[in-house]
């Protein structure tokens, strides 16, 4: 007889929301959250499971000015009163509820200038920012589009002060991926659970892609994530991959439904019987 194993809610909270949620996140206080959806932000009590209040609404009086949606927010890892969210225009608003109960004014606003000679069609599609996390000490935040990972400095809002290429061999098929609606595909991000900076790269293949060791890192050694994109080139399998990530230890594989971790000494080279897990996990639980 199998053992079955089930999972029961301790708590059911109210349906807050008039779309589809996009990110939740726990507040520092322990006491808090928020959930966000495509146009506002919700802070909810633990204990509290009829009502929230709302804390962001960018919902214009007339849908039809409506130029940007939000897509993905954060607490601070330490301070209970900040959070970010990041938005489809690629930008990044820092905003502090001690300010104002409705933070319809943010603190800071994190935005890279477009280089208009890289203007096209797309531009606007693949620049929206999927995930944003902040790091372990909370000094900077990491942001992913369709083709990069940014990592921001809390004090520089001005550009990233790091910028990764994921999947730049996409730059010219981007046409294709936005006939069959692969464009549109998001990801997400994260930071190495270590707050050292990683010291065993691996060595960059076709597959896998090390960041430089100098990499920013705060007084505590926020470390940058390892990023890539696992699929085989030239299918619809390489924009619906899982994220790669190399620490000190492990390897490990993200997609929108689990985690795997592998020995990373296998993972070095393409074709390992790991990296085939990957490949095939991604191919599987991304869809």
Excluded at 94 to 122: G, Q, T, V, Y
Aim: charged content about 20%; glycine content about 4%; some cysteine.
């Amino acid at each position: 007889m199998d053992l079955m194993v089930e999972v029961s809610p301790r708590r059911v909270f109210a349906n807050g929301h008039t779309y589809h949620i996009n990110s939740i996140s726990v507040n520092s206080d322990c006491e808090t959250y928020m959930s966000a959806d495509d146009l506002r932000i919700n802070l909810w009590h633990l204990a509290i499971t009829d009502r929230s209040f709302n804390i962001v609404d960018i919902k214009p009086a007339n849908m039809e000015d409506l130029t940007e949606v939000i897509t993905a927010s954060e607490f601070h890892p330490h301070h209970c009163n900040l959070f970010v969210y990041s938005s489809s225009k690629g930008s990044l608003r820092l905003c502090d509820m001690r300010a104002a109960a409705l933070c319809d004014k943010h603190s800071k606003l994190f935005e890279e200038p477009e280089d208009p000679s890289n203007r096209s069609f797309f531009s606007e599609i693949i620049s929206s920012v999927s995930d944003v996390k902040f790091s372990h000490s909370g000094r900077y935040m990491l942001t992913r589009d369709y083709l990069t990972v940014k990592v921001w400095d809390l004090n520089m809002e001005a550009r990233p002060i790091e910028t990764y290429q994921v999947h730049d061999y996409l730059r010219s098929k981007l046409c294709s991926l936005y006939e069959n609606d692969c464009i549109f595909d998001k990801f997400e991000c994260a930071w190495n659970g270590s707050d050292r900076t990683s010291k065993k790269m691996m060595k960059p293949t076709n597959q896998l892609r090390a960041p430089p060791a100098h990499g920013p890192a705060s007084p505590g050694g926020d470390p940058v994530l390892t990023v890539s994109g696992v699929g085989y080139q030239g299918t619809s399998n390489t924009i619906k991959s899982a994220l790669v990530g190399i620490s000190d230890t492990c390897c490990w594989s993200a997609a929108k439904s689990g985690l795997t971790l592998c020995d990373p000494m296998d993972c070095s080279t393409p074709g390992s019987p790991v990296l085939h897990y990957l490949l095939e996990f991604a191919q599987i639980h991304v869809h």
